[in-house]
T-cell receptor, first 117, second 111 residues
Framework: GAGVSQSPSNKVTEKGKDVELRCDPISGHTALYWYRQRLGQGLEFLIYFQGNSAPDKSGLPSDRFSAERTGESVSTLTIQRTQQEDSAVYLC???????????????FGPGTRLTVT | GQNIDQPTEMTATEGAIVQINCTYQTSGFNGLFWYQQHAGEAPTFLSYNVLDGLEEKGRFSSFLSRSKGYSYLLLKELQMKDSASYLCAVREGNYGQNFVFGPGTRLSVLP
């Protein structure tokens, strides 16, 4: 399809295990974002990629969280030693090249619902 | 610091008009976006404002006042399918790479 895809759609894991979440952005989109959304709450920014570099990692909540991106394509968000507080929907979004005069919006994937038991 | 405020919940009647307000205080400003998010689904883009004034798009309009740090989303001729959360987001940064989202307003449209 032409949209942003994420996998898995649902993940249930035990506390203390590591998880890896995957995002496939829209082809040609250079910017990629990860957000976390807890139940009934707004979007919490985690990290932003421009190409395969991450100029803004300010939102990562702890050193258990890391992310990488291969070129201008797939990105993975890894959470090590998961905690119950990590339970949330993790949303990925992509957008075209940033530019001051460009009205570019983010296109969101369907999200990965993570449940830590 | 960054702060975006929206009402938590609103209720309106089918066929009516509703205005959802958003106030923001951010370290930079390079545009304001409104997104719609149905329960259990990803947000989808509704509108964008970077200059002061009103942008109209069918039943939806969005207004921006940069001097007041204020925006609103206006929904006309409400339909049941408009029941959703509406997220206000500000794009910051010199190159506009950082988006800050508000908490969202949950709108319920009643028959």
């Amino acid at each position: 399809g032409a949209g942003v895809s994420q996998s898995p759609s649902n993940k249930v894991t035990e506390k203390g295990k590591d998880v890896e979440l995957r995002c496939d952005p829209i082809s040609g989109h250079t910017a990629l974002y990860w957000y976390r959304q807890r139940l009934g709450q707004g979007l919490e920014f985690l990290i932003y990629f421009q190409g395969n570099s991450a100029p803004d990692k300010s939102g990562l909540p702890s050193d258990r969280f890391s992310a990488e991106r291969t070129g201008e394509s797939v990105s993975t968000l890894t959470i090590q030693r998961t905690q119950q507080e990590d339970s949330a929907v993790y949303l990925c979004a992509s957008s075209p090249s940033p530019g001051l005069a460009v009205t570019y919006e983010q296109y969101f994937g369907p999200g990965t619902r993570l449940t830590v038991t | 610091g960054q702060n975006i405020d929206q009402p938590t919940e609103m209720t309106a009647t089918e066929g009516a008009i509703v205005q959802i307000n958003c106030t923001y205080q951010t370290s930079g400003f390079n545009g304001l976006f409104w997104y719609q998010q149905h329960a259990g689904e990803a947000p989808t883009f509704l509108s964008y404002n970077v200059l002061d004034g009103l942008e109209e798009k069918g039943r939806f309009s969005s207004f921006l006042s940069r001097s007041k740090g204020y925006s609103y989303l206006l929904l006309k001729e409400l339909q049941m399918k408009d029941s959703a959360s509406y997220l206000c987001a500000v794009r910051e940064g010199n190159y506009g790479q950082n988006f800050v989202f508000g908490p969202g307003t949950r709108l319920s449209v009643l028959p």
